[in-house]
Every structure is written in structure tokens, then in C-alpha cells.
């Protein structure tokens, strides 16, 4: 999803006190949290945020967990670049083994993590909310997957 194009109209901002994305719709003069990719949204559903246009109300506990879910896909993407990156500096040499076996700890109590907020999340009885948990958990398993690859590059 993330790399489909916004619709028209549309802006990603970071907001660097939640640490998360947020949307704007030029269209309507709203923000929200809720990726306008990953569902459709009517517009008489509530919105959430105050970013830009002042706006601000509630969100569907359906709406809240897809959002949970999608924050913690874009961690485990986060994750996994890092490993990766880290896995390249180690083969390279220009990190050491100590500091290897540092990041390599980082990195699994960080997938550990991801693996426990998807666990938290409820679906509310919403087969597409199981969906895209069920994909986010094997995105995980995939990051678990790289760190304990660069687990071995550790030594």
C-alpha cells in the first residue's frame, strides 16, 4: 500500500509528536489517521486529528485497529531496512562484533515487540481486519526472519 500513489488531493505529513503519518484532504480541509489507500472512507465518517486545518473528532474502534495495524507494518518495514542495513556494515567490516551483537539484541526485542502489538489488536468480528493482521504477522515473521540471519553475521 504504501507505495501506491495518494488519491488526488491528498497529503502524508509526519507528526513528530505521535512518531506516525497523518493524511490531509485538501478536498475537504480534513486530517485523519486512516490511510485513504488502505480503505474506502465516506465522507460522513468521522475523522481524526487537528493537523493543519483545526478539524478534530472521533474514530471507529474498527478504524483505530487498522491503524494500529498499518503503524506497526511501517515499524517492521523500518525494522527490516535496519537489519538489513546493519547486516551490509557487519559484512563490510565497519562494525564490530560487539556492536553487532548489541544491534542484533535491539532488533529482536524491537520484532518482539511488533509481534505483541499485533496480538493486542482486536478485530471487532471484521474479516478484513483478520486480513491485514494475518499479513502484518507474516511481514513480522519475515523481519524474524532477517535479525536472526544477522544473528549469524554476528558470530
Known amino acids: ?14 507528526d513528530q509528536n505521535t512518531g506516525r ?13 486512516h490511510d485513504p489507500r488502505l480503505v474506502a472512507q465516506p465522507s460522513s465518517q468521522p475523522q481524526s ?10 474514530v471507529s474502534p474498527e478504524q483505530t485497529s487498522i491503524n494500529k495495524i ?4 511501517q515499524k517492521i518495514n523500518t525494522l527490516f531496512a535496519d ?12 562494525l564490530d562484533q560487539a556492536a553487532a551483537h548489541k544491534k542484533y539484541l535491539e532488533l ?6 511488533q509481534f505483541l502489538a499485533l496480538d493486542s489488536i482486536e478485530s471487532h468480528g471484521n ?14 515473521r519475515q523481519l524474524e ?8 553475521l554476528c558470530g
Open 21 to 33: 503519518y497523518f493524511f490531509l484532504d485538501h478536498n475537504t480541509q480534513q486530517t485523519t489517521w
Open 83 to 94: 537489519t538489513q542495513q546493519h547486516a551490509q556494515l557487519r559484512q563490510s567490516r565497519q
Open 145 to 152: 526472519a532477517a535479525v536472526n540471519q544477522y544473528k549469524q
Open 108 to 113: 529482536n526485542e524491537m520484532t518482539t515487540r
Open 127 to 140: 474479516d478484513a481486519i483478520r486480513q491485514r493482521r494475518k499479513q502484518a504477522i507474516e511481514q513480522a
Open 70 to 73: 498499518q503503524e506497526i507494518s
Open 49 to 58: 486529528g487537528s493537523f493543519g486545518y483545526g478539524q478534530s473528532t472521533t
Open 1 to 14: 500500500m504504501e507505495h501506491q500513489p495518494l488519491p488526488p488531493g491528498w497529503d502524508m505529513k509526519w
